[in-house]
């Protein structure tokens, strides 16, 4: 989802960092690419306008390159997709009630 948003694995801007690894760490798994992080709910809210503004199909052709690298064109444009339409959503509903969010980010 970061290179569909940003171009890079692990990018270090904001907006664009805030939906998937954008926050605080607050703890590591068995790997350093499993991680708990915490944003708060300035962040939240700017993670949620961030992707309302999100072209989908102008980003997947602008890091289409990047994106062959995890599989079938075809599959990951759908899986992708989806995977957005559910970060919207978790965003929009955690920014309607002023929350912050913990995450779970893995590879």
């Known amino acids: 989802m970061n290179v569909l948003l940003t171009g890079e694995a692990f990018p270090a801007t904001d907006p664009e ?10 703890a590591s798994f068995q790997t350093p690419v499993d991680v708990m992080i915490w944003l708060d709910a300035d962040g939240v809210r700017g993670a949620h306008a961030y992707l309302g503004g999100i072209d989908f199909d102008e980003h997947l052709e602008r890091h289409r390159k990047k994106l062959e690298f995890f599989g079938d064109a075809g599959y990951v444009a759908t899986d992708l997709r989806r995977r957005l339409s559910d970060l919207k959503r978790f965003y929009a509903l955690a920014d309607a009630d002023g929350e912050a969010v913990v995450k779970r980010v893995y590879a």
Not at 17 to 26: K, Q, R, W, Y
């Open 17 to 26: 960092s805030l939906p998937v690894l954008g926050g605080v760490h607050v």
